[in-house]
């Protein structure tokens, strides 16, 4: 709980910070929030009113099959923090594991997972998703798999680096020394040294996973209609962008206000707590 | 040195030879087979059968692997089955329009870039400088698709000053640059971005230096200052950011192409895609994968050239 409040209390002198948690809170509140503020349901289809521009009943006006905007752009957020959420968690999870386990085990093991994880980093994340999703089919789950499996391995190195360097450190050969076996050491020793730093690049990665989320369901290959995805609402638009501007103007919004938001936070957040990170910038 | 390099040329081959792999292996796990999906329901047992042994499919597995692992070293990536051409033509055709493309987007980022970062490093924590800090971290942030959704929108649809799609008639220079420029645009911004902050925080470094200092103390005017001495040591982490960022760039460039319909191999890539082209897909992402870590090691060697340091972290 102090932990929060040092937060806030250190977050009062950024103003770039203070706007990114507004940004954010918006955001999340959104997705909570959104069956109680959807003023139509983002699935039901109106063909007569198809294509119509913003007015007071459809305030962002309506995509081809007559569904309205803002509904589906609400609940499209809902899609956006569940899908940065589980991305970003998984991948730090296995990626603590795996990098604890190269930074810590034998040198066979080192070896063999730093090749994994530069290997998996080798390949370009959008092309990468790609080959995926013309082996799994494009869903959800094929995004999921797309983003934890590119973003792990610079977790799973950022770990192994820190918990080489912790290793090698008096308190550890002190308790190894005692008779601590691999899980107390790095359990209890190196983990909540690491966590730290960890979890600011988790936050600064947020953005990146929403875009790219979005970037796959924009061209079709992510989340499956009808279920509302800001990528998918702006693949609508693209399609009407000459008659129908709107969809895009709206659809591009939300994207943009939330990687934004998690972006001024990031870096405020990293600023504050971890200087080393800053690089004076 | 040179023991780095052979280390670092060594662990980026295996590490193509691995990808190479991975990349192979993902056919197998297809659910049915790669034949039905590739040809559709109405396949017949015979054009299945001939997919199968015109992929290499009914061999061992093992066996497989190995021949693709031969055929790519020898730069032979396969046969499109649609097209009836070979899947490197097809690839290092749309490539030269992709390189066009992230090149013209590098280079008008690094024009704006690197002015912008020296400006901030010159007035350092002024108003200004803090304006360009924000814009800079703006610019990252925003998706590179949605700028190029928007100037689409914008540029092309509404104000009608520049082509929408396509990359322009063959041979006609000047059609063609203009519908270079919004799809560079789009991916350029967030680079001026990244390269503005990297400028500034290096800039910072070496203006504090001795060198620096005894130039002033020379009188010698603050631009000559700035961009003849200083910024030559300021621009080396750009440059192999730039080695490290060739992935991301391809990534924009995949979406780059599609809202615009140009030809690349992001394009390419997509279509092969849609279309269950498999080898046109392994042939392209294996291409653009081999440039990703062709690229990272022409820069990390760079990079160890420049400090010792980083030789001893391989």
Known sequence: ?281 | MLFYLLKRVGLAVVIVVVAVVLLYSMIHVVPGDPASVMLGPRATPEMKQEIYERMGLDRPFVVQVASFLGNVARGNLGMDFFSERPVAEIVFKQLDETLVLVLASISWAMLLGIPLGCYSAVFRNRFSDKLVGVFSIGVIAVPSFVVALYSLLFFAVTLKWLPAIGAGESGQFLDQVQHLILPAFAIGLGWVGYIARLVRASMLEVLNENHIRRARAFGLPETTIVFHYALKLAILPTVTLLGTGIGRLISSAVFAEIVFARPGIGKLIFDSVVSRNYPLVMGAVLVSTVLFVLSTTISDSINAMLDPRVRERL
Request: proline content about 6%; glycine content about 10%; some cysteine.
């Open chain 1, 1 to 281: 709980m102090n932990r929060i409040k040092e937060i806030f209390f250190r977050l009062r002198n950024e103003p770039m910070g203070i706007f990114g948690l507004v940004l954010v809170l918006l955001v999340v509140l959104c997705a909570v929030f959104a069956p109680f503020l959807v003023t139509h349901d983002p699935n039901a289809l109106d063909i007569v009113n198809r294509l119509a521009g913003p007015s007071s009943d459809h305030w962002m006006g309506t995509d081809q099959l007559g569904r309205d905007v803002f509904s589906r752009v609400v609940m499209g957020s809902r899609i956006a923090v569940w899908v940065a959420l589980v991305t970003v968690s998984l991948s730090l999870g296995i990626g603590l594991v795996l990098g604890m386990m190269a930074g810590y085990g034998p040198k066979w093991m080192d070896s063999g997972l730093l090749l994994l994880f530069d290997t998996l980093r080798s390949f370009p994340t959008i092309m990468f998703a790609l080959a995926l999703v013309t082996v799994f089919g494009p869903s959800l789950q094929t995004v999921i798999i797309v983003i934890v499996a590119t973003t792990f391995p610079v977790y799973g190195r950022m770990v192994r680096t820190q918990t080489q360097a912790l290793a090698g450190n008096e308190f550890i050969v002190a308790e190894e020394a005692m008779g601590a076996g691999m899980m107390r050491v790095l359990g209890v020793h190196i983990l909540p040294n690491i966590v730290g730093p960890l979890f600011i690049v988790a936050s600064m990665d947020i953005p990146v996973v929403i875009t790219i989320e979005a970037g796959l369901s924009f061209l079709g290959v992510g989340v499956r209609p009808p279920t509302p995805s800001w990528g998918a609402i702006l693949n609508d638009g693209y399609a009407y962008i000459r008659n129908t501007p709107w969809i895009i103007i709206f659809g591009g919004i939300p994207l943009i206000v939330t990687t934004l938001g998690f972006t001024f936070l990031g870096e405020s957040m990293r600023d504050m707590f971890d200087p080393k990170l800053r690089k004076d910038l």
